[in-house]
């Protein structure tokens, strides 16, 4: 972002008002010129007003990505877990980006296994099925992470239901703990969807395939946001507290998917198996499994070892596996 109007945003975002030859003065510009990176902003998704007489102010504060605070709570967590000191964390911190996973995949060849990106904004976000994951500036988490795994294709069956596992338990440490999982990896809250993820397979070297973890976790969406084609929540509305640190927030998804993702490359699947039945959100439903052109309908029974959905058809049990497959309710 240009960098004016980086250092405008960063002093609207306490929430509070600032008059036009306030910001003017302290970014060295005209109120025009003010106006116009408001502008700016707005377009970014930012919900930004003005009042007559007291100048701009954000509908809510916006708590801001930081390197070095991500960085501090992270080696908090970790010494915590872990009982040893200091862990490095491999994380890049970006603004506007096209999309996370697209960075991570671009960058591949420079990176070490276990690196992270976050960004402020995306404006090509990527969800599933060929659709867009809309993106605005600062109300959410867009995070993508590298993991190499060592044993090839066939140990990567069930990772995605581990990921939502992750995100399932960093929200559970937020103080969400009604939050269910949808197969193979939207994470719910009472049936709306509060998180997505996107897991891309960028090639593969020798036996080591490359993987493009990608979560989006919404935080403080905007006040009639468009262009999300489902129910939908925000972890901002289902706590009571202030404002969400997105920096804690961050580091607490990084160390969950990092011990969840070393536990996924030694055992596999099967140490989660149970934990997934357990918040399985269409547990013993009717539900519709479409792929294609297709649809079968039955009641939805859990997962295999193999992480496959397992769907009794009248009295016949069917495996799906990922893929283009989507699951509704009847
Ligand atoms: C879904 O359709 O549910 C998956 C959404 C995944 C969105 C995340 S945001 C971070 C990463 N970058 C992307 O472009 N997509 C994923």
Not at 297 to 324: M, P, R, Y
């Amino acid at each position: 972002m240009h960098s004016t109007r980086n250092q405008l945003l960063r002093l609207l975002a306490p929430g509070e008002f600032m008059s036009g030859t306030v910001l003017g003065t302290q970014l060295s510009v005209s109120r025009t010129a003010v106006a116009k990176h408001i502008d700016g902003l707005k377009h970014l998704g930012l919900d930004i007003y003005s009042v007559k007489g007291k100048g701009y102010k954000l509908s809510a504060p916006l708590s801001l990505l930081s390197a070095i605070s991500i960085s501090q709570y992270y080696q908090q967590l970790y010494k915590a877990s872990s009982g040893s000191q200091n862990e490095p964390l491999n994380l890049h911190v970006l603004n506007i980006i096209d999309s996370t996973n697209t960075y991570i995949k671009t960058h591949l060849q420079s990176l070490d296994s276990g690196t992270a990106c976050i960004a402020e904004a995306q404006t090509a976000g990527r969800g599933r099925h060929g659709r867009q994951w809309v993106s605005p500036f600062g109300s959410s988490i867009y995070l993508s992470m590298y993991w190499c795994f060592a044993g090839g294709y066939q140990t990567l069956s069930g990772l995605s239901l581990v990921v939502g596992l992750a995100v399932h338990a960093t929200l559970a440490q937020c103080g969400v703990d009604t939050a269910k999982l949808k197969w193979p990896n939207d994470v719910y809250v009472n049936m709306q969807k509060i998180a997505g993820i996107l897991i891309e397979v960028e090639g593969s070297v020798g036996d080591s395939v490359h993987c493009v973890i990608g979560v989006g976790l919404n935080v403080n969406l905007p006040d009639g946001i468009g262009g999300i084609e489902q129910p939908f929540t925000d972890l901002q509305s289902q706590l009571d507290e202030q404002m969400v640190d997105r920096n804690h927030l961050t580091a607490q998804l990084i160390h969950q998917l990092r011990q969840y993702m070393l536990q996924f490359e030694a055992h596999g699947l099967a140490p989660f198996i149970a934990q997934w039945q357990a918040l399985n959100v269409f547990d013993q439903q009717e539900i519709n499994v479409h792929f294609g052109q297709d649809i079968i309908s039955g009641t939805c029974i859990g997962i295999n070892e193999q992480g496959a959905l397992l769907v009794d058809v009248a009295g016949q049990v069917k495996s799906f596996h990922g893929g283009e497959i989507s699951v509704r309710a009847k």
